[in-house]
């Protein structure tokens, strides 16, 4: 099983910026991936950013050029750096992780952090 652990939501002014922090722990066999999506109520989780081990990354389109993911491999961390932000990014963001088994791939959620973007 592995645990997500999420850090860093909060309120921040329009054109801000935040930094959300994920780090995974427990019984770890190898990571396929590390990313983040965000809900807004009424509608579906939507991908945010999302980066595999060997670097492979994807941006949603409204966040291309505001928002940065990094991880750190050797401490199954994945951050994302949100600068620029709009009153439209306010949502709840959930850290993800795709674990890559022997027989597939796994997947598991954070708890979720809010971010509000807010004058």
Avoid at 78 to 100: R, T
Wanted: with cysteine; proline share 4%.
């Amino acid at each position: 099983q592995v645990q997500l652990v999420e850090s860093g939501g909060g309120l921040v002014q329009p054109g801000g910026s935040l930094r959300l922090s994920c780090a995974a722990s427990g019984s770890i066999r190898e990571i396929y991936a590390m990313g983040w999506y965000r809900q807004t109520p009424g509608k579906q989780r939507e991908l945010v950013a999302i980066t595999t081990r060997v670097g492979v990354t994807n941006y949603a389109d409204p966040v291309k050029g505001r928002f940065t993911i990094s991880t750190d491999n050797a401490k199954n961390t994945v951050d994302l750096q949100m600068n620029s932000l709009k009153p439209g990014d306010k949502a709840v963001y959930y850290c993800n992780c795709i674990e890559q088994l022997p027989w597939g791939r796994r997947e598991y959620w954070g708890q979720g952090t809010q971010v509000t973007v807010s004058s």
